[in-house]
């Protein structure tokens, strides 16, 4: 069974750092694509970002770039998202998502549970 | 501002049929046949209803139809049943510098 597990909720401050994952299993990791989601309070879906686990080849959506770092440890089939400067703005829940390409039927075939991550002073 | 772009809600009664539109550019749902649809209930996470425009992974039911004209592609919803009711989001593959865009999402509500 295909399953992808993110870590629990997270309370930070602002400018805190902090670093969600999402274990995979089920499947080879490093035969897939592991990107992250944004959801923004009553709002809607936003692509962060993916890797590929087999080679660390990471992309970035430019709204993204240089807010975030994507990382994978193949020896634990877990994929993370981390900050290094937590703003308000960052309040969302964040989704890992498997995809089986990115050049060629591009989708999210399966999806963590969500990770809630609040800033807030 | 979301890159496509969706009805904010659409509504039907159970039984018939709705369809959700998703616009976007030749950049993204016009260049490619790389459409996906979302399903998200409440507090759940998304769930995959369409792949490629037309494909529909299994366990989905046959209710549910993808298509795509141009620009915009188009989910249509068959026999709607109370249990369809939730936000649709549509996605779709934008090329090798901006990898994927999202539409603003559809409330579809079941009268």
């Known amino acids: ?121 | 501002q979301s890159a496509l772009t969706q009805p904010h809600s659409v509504s039907g009664s159970p039984g018939q049929s709705v369809t959700i539109s998703c616009t976007g550019t030749s950049s993204d749902v016009g260049g490619y046949n790389y459409v996906s649809w979302y399903q998200q209930h409440p507090g759940k996470a998304p769930k995959l209803m369409i792949s490629d425009v037309t494909e529909r992974p299994s366990g989905v039911p046959d209710r549910f139809s993808g298509s795509k004209s141009g620009n915009t592609a188009s989910l249509t919803i068959s026999g709607l049943q109370a249990e369809d009711e939730a936000n649709y989001y549509c996605s779709s593959y934008a090329g090798r510098y901006t990898f994927v865009v999202f539409g603003g999402g559809t409330k579809l509500t079941v009268l």
């Open chain 1, 1 to 121: 069974e295909v399953q992808l597990v993110q870590s629990g909720a997270e309370v930070k401050k602002p400018e805190e750092s902090l670093k969600i994952s999402c274990q995979v299993s089920g499947f080879t990791f490093t035969d897939y694509w592991i990107a992250w989601v944004r959801q923004m309070p009553e709002k809607g879906l936003e692509w962060m970002g993916t890797i590929y686990p087999r080679d660390s080849d990471t992309r970035y959506s430019q709204s993204f770039q240089g807010q975030v770092t994507i990382s994978a440890d193949k020896s634990v089939n877990t994929a993370y998202l981390q900050w290094s400067s937590l703003k308000a703005s960052d309040t969302a829940i964040y989704y890992c998502v498997r995809y089986v390409s990115m050049v060629r039927g591009v989708y999210g075939d399966f999806w963590g549970q969500g990770t809630l991550v609040t800033v807030s002073s």
